[in-house]
Every structure is written in structure tokens, then in C-alpha cells.
């Protein structure tokens, strides 16, 4: 089992900035893939941006030059760089971790881009 837990979410103007971050623990041994989804509501949960064990990284093309994912693994973590946030950024944002074809979600943190 891996467990995943986010911080850093909250409520921000149009323009600010926040970082989340996703502290994996238990199992993690091969976790292949971290990662970050968001949902907003009445809408899909989709993909923010994806980063492998070897630090190739993947984004929605939605938040390309805003959003920075990046990972320490000796820290078992990953986080979110969000600049120039948007209101349509406006969602609950889940950590994703992959591990042998397995998908690990965390509980979501809430982010409000607002003025």
C-alpha cells in the first residue's frame, strides 16, 4: 500500500501563486509515476502534470509555462509550482502515484483562484 497526502492548497487571486506538495509513504518501493489530477465540479478528473522516477515530465497543455512539477525522491515527495493562476485553475487537487500498474490517489486539496 502507498499512502499520499497533499498539502498547500487555498485560496488565491487570479495572477498569485501557490505550491502543493504530495508526501508518499508505506510501500514505495517502484513507484514509477507521481503525479497531479484536478476536478472541478460537475466536471472529469484529469491530468495536471506527470513526472517518472527518472524525472521526464508530462502537462496538460491548459497549464504549460504557468505549472513546474518536480520530485525529490529521497524525500519521497512531489509539488506543484502554479504561477499566474487562473479562475478556471479553480479545483480540488488530487496526488497520483503509479507503482506497478497500480494507481495511489491522495485526499485532495482545495484550490480557489478568486478575487
Known amino acids: 500500500q502507498v499512502q499520499l497526502v497533499e498539502s498547500g492548497g487555498g485560496l488565491v487571486q487570479p495572477g498569485g501563486s501557490l505550491r502543493l506538495s504530495c508526501a508518499a509513504s508505506?510501500?514505495?518501493?517502484?513507484?514509477?509515476?507521481m503525479g497531479w489530477y484536478r476536478q472541478a465540479p460537475g466536471k472529469q478528473r484529469d491530468l495536471v502534470a506527470a513526472?517518472?522516477?527518472?524525472?521526464?515530465?508530462n502537462y496538460a497543455d491548459s497549464v504549460k509555462g504557468r505549472f513546474t512539477i518536480s520530485r525529490e525522491n529521497y524525500k519521497n515527495t512531489v509539488y506543484l509550482q502554479m504561477n499566474s493562476l487562473k479562475p478556471e485553475d479553480t479545483a480540488v487537487y488530487y496526488c497520483?502515484?503509479?507503482?506497478?500498474?497500480?494507481?495511489?490517489w491522495g485526499k485532495g486539496t482545495l484550490v480557489t483562484v478568486s478575487s
Open positions: 513526472i517518472t522516477s527518472s524525472g521526464t515530465t
Open positions: 508505506g510501500n514505495i518501493f517502484s513507484i514509477h509515476v
Open positions: 497520483n502515484a503509479i507503482k506497478m500498474g497500480t494507481d495511489y
